[in-house]
């Protein structure tokens, strides 16, 4: 592993990947390949901007193609995929993004690694494919059965993937990760979305009754249990990367209010969004026999993440700007107002 495609790495967890893998990894070189979409940001990277193990190409993992020249160019001989469309909201305003790059877009760049002769592809997914589990854990082997068009599409990449390891011998591995959090994180999710209006003493639009239950995980430990899967394991297998860290959605907001010295008032609950699953669990025990485990406590990773939105100010204004008014009005515009 010497020369590394990261397809999405201008985005959340992409970003973060690149920067982690450059810091690990003294010989390894990364190209990012992201079509910089609205959550894809060039600012994401700019702590690695000069370092000459990096480059950067934009463009779109749905065109045969630019991925077909990108690979051949950089003489790639792995593949990690971030690129996704990634908001369950997003998806079920206009499902048609997310079928272009999280399916087609996973056939395309599985279909040119394998002319190109990659020797080794991550396709990195969400628990969300398996749907909603009202106990236990799920383990990889269970049935996909994802609620929205967003799972749905990236179930889709998973099964790809697997059927590339099957049919045409490809050395594929995918991972699935839990609700991931921290820096740089596009403030469309709960959370950057939470702090950042709350920063501004704005409402929170919390969804239903709040008691929905995730899995959160911090990002520098999911970007480890991607390390670990690509370096460790099995072909044609999934892996899932959960946090161990189970947590109702109310209670996640009343730590960060607490965090930031803002009143519990901030809370507006809202109009729960359609098929919205009620809780996700993994079970870590596939990756954890990789020698991988989750290291930072929910609690430290939480604090983190608020004090780098509060001192990244300028990361996060100009986001909330534009484009991100006219989805955050389609989307929570007529719940604030049935609620005031």
């Not at 480059?55 to 749905?62: E, N, P, R």
């Not at 909201?89 to 996973?106: C, E, Q, Y």
């Not at 099995?234 to 109310?250: D, W």
Request: glycine share 8%.
């Amino acid at each position: 592993m010497k020369n590394l495609l990261v397809c999405g790495g201008a985005g959340f967890i992409g970003s973060n990947f690149v920067r982690y893998m450059l810091k690990k990894y003294p010989d390894i070189h990364v190209v990012v390949y992201d079509k910089l979409t609205y959550a894809g940001n060039r600012d994401n990277l700019e702590s690695v901007s000069q370092d000459e193990r990096y480059k950067f190409l934009q463009g779109d993992i749905a065109e045969h193609g630019p991925v077909a020249r990108a690979l051949e160019f950089n003489r790639i001989d792995t593949v990690v995929n971030f690129a996704a469309e990634t908001h369950v909201d997003r998806s079920i305003l206009d499902p048609d993004a997310f079928i272009h790059t999280n399916t087609m877009g996973v056939y395309v760049l599985l279909e040119e690694s394998r002319k190109y002769g990659v020797e080794r592809f991550l396709q990195v997914s969400t628990d969300e494919v398996y749907g909603s589990i009202p106990q236990g854990a799920f383990r990889e082997g269970d049935p996909l059965e994802p609620n929205s068009p967003y799972a749905a599409s990236k179930a889709s990449g998973d099964l790809m993937a697997r059927a590339y390891h099957v049919t045409y011998g490809m050395n594929t591995v995918v991972t699935r990760g839990s609700n991931t959090f921290g820096p740089y994180q596009y403030p469309e999710k709960v959370l950057p979305l939470f702090i950042t209006n709350a920063l501004e003493d704005q409402p929170l639009p919390l969804y239903g009754d709040g008691k929905q239950v995730r899995d959160w995980l911090y990002v520098d430990d999911h970007c480890a249990g991607i390390d670990a899967v690509l370096r460790h394991g099995q072909p044609g297998e999934a892996y899932n990367v959960g946090g161990e860290n189970e947590r109702h959605n109310i209670d996640v907001v009343y730590m960060l209010l607490e965090l930031l010295g803002k009143p519990q008032s901030l809370i507006r609950p809202v109009e729960d969004r359609p098929g919205h699953d009620r809780r996700y669990a993994l079970d870590n025990t596939k990756t954890r026999q990789l020698g991988w485990k989750p290291e930072v406590s929910f609690e430290e990773a939480l604090k983190c993440t608020v004090e780098w939105y509060k001192s990244n100010e300028w990361w996060w204004r100009k986001i909330k700007s534009g484009e991100y008014q006219q989805y955050y009005k389609a989307q929570y515009g007529q719940r604030l107002k049935d609620i005031s």
